[in-house]
């Protein structure tokens, strides 16, 4: 079954829901529909704040490395080197 399928009851919302849907991959559109049927409150999505700071790590992550124009790993170097102290 594709999660885009779920049409009533409720689901955990993983970091890789929320990512996908956030970029462009392969279940991009599943996570959407997901996400638009959880908006619509046909179905109930529950998350942690462990998502919460994953999702919000992977996306600084993903924006510093599309804009710097870095690899993945370059991109946590360039975080770490960068922090506010």
Do not use: W
Request: glycine share 2%; with cysteine; aromatic share 10%.
């Amino acid at each position: 079954m594709d999660i885009s399928e779920l049409e009533e009851g409720s689901a955990f919302l993983d970091t890789n829901i929320l990512l996908y849907a956030y970029t462009t991959t392969q279940f991009s559109q599943s996570c959407e529909t997901l996400l638009e049927k959880v908006q619509a409150e046909d179905v109930t999505g529950y998350v942690n704040s462990t998502v919460v700071d994953e999702f919000f790590h992977k996306a600084l992550l993903t924006q510093i490395y599309i804009e710097k124009r870095l690899s993945p790993r370059e991109a946590v170097a360039y975080v770490k080197k960068h922090r506010r102290s």
